[in-house]
């Protein structure tokens, strides 16, 4: 039998393994949290110095900003005429942008303009607009409409009076190849343009450039309006509709004045490379064929074919007439306008016709493959009433497509180096 000094002994050396053990299990839990939190503030300094280059990089990368990048914007967007207006042009090394700008900066307005230049197609002949914009006078800042420290030192730098806001991603079918891009540039691009807007004191009047497509598969002609446009056919013109809803939203909270245009099928020298006018005529002097759509059941497509000399003066008459905006740093003092016009030719011409004006303009046959429509976004025909513009702001088309095309394929010839016959020096 063993004796209670013993059986003491035994207990507390029991007492001494059992802590001994806690200890253990303290220190091993001890040791993993330290190294937990090593590891979190190693993550953390990673992290904050991955900030800060990128912050950097962003800083370095930035092509804008400087007393003589200030004094550029200044200089641009002088007016030069008793009630002129003070505008910024976004997308203005595109197609209609450019002439846009050229046409304001003639008239004595003052134009700032803004564009990325991105490769949706040949970046170079953005250059050479946005060349053609400095050698009158106006500065082209590169930039994305996306970037609100841009948009904000834009507004510090020049009370603008007015906003022409051309800048999109254009194009139909492309937006089954890259649908964010129209979201970033037609969406979120909008809303970006719309807050500085919104924020400027004095705010300005903001026209910007929809889209026909907005009518979808709307059968009721001529497109009106007010006809119903909640069945788009394609990305991009849900993005433009999107883009309608989003500016009357802006126009009832903060009380900016808004004009939005549908352009028809605009087309003229300085054209876009993917438009069907433009592709026709390079394969033609090219001498590869040409692909030409038809509808089902096989009627010809058609398009309301708008020459961009009449485009750009229903822009500066919808400017001209657009009213004030009635906000100041965001904040709403009464109703402000908020206006949609058709801008359109109100003569479609079918695709087969276009072409043939092209055969006789270029002295080339055209090589055609005709195929049926594929369920890409587009519709078999556009064709506007353009009654409201005419109403409000005398807007009148008068250039045909003979005309137009004619036009057209001399500034090509001109640019591209060819002679007519299709020679190429």
Known sequence: MRSSSHRRREGENREGLQHDRQLNRCFTSSTVFTWVLFVMALIASYLSFQSILDTSSRYLAASWGGIQWEAQVRRSAQIRRTGGAAVLVTGAAGFVGSHVSLALNKRGDGVV???NFNAYYDPSLKRARAALLAQRGVFVVAGDVNDDRLLGKLFDVVPFTHVMHLAAQAGVRYAMENPSSYVHSNVAGLVAMLEACKSANPQPAVVWASSSSVYGLNEKVPFSETDQTDRPASLYAATKKAGEEIAHSYNHIYGLSITGLRFFTVY????RPDMAYFSFT?????GKPITVYRGKDRPELARDFTFIDDVVRGCLAALDTAGESTGSGGRKRGAAPYRIYNLGNTRPVTVPALVEILERHLGRKAKKNIVEMPGNGDVPFT????????LDFGYKPSTDLETGLWKFVRWYLSYYGYQRGGYIP
Do not use: E, M, V
């Not at 003229?268 to 054209?271: D, E, I, K």
């Not at 390079?282 to 090219?286: A, G, N, V």
């Open 113 to 115: 303009g803004l564009d």
């Open 268 to 271: 003229g020298p300085w054209g």
């Open 282 to 286: 390079r394969s033609i002097l090219q």
């Open 383 to 390: 064709h506007a009433n353009i009654s409201s513009a005419q």
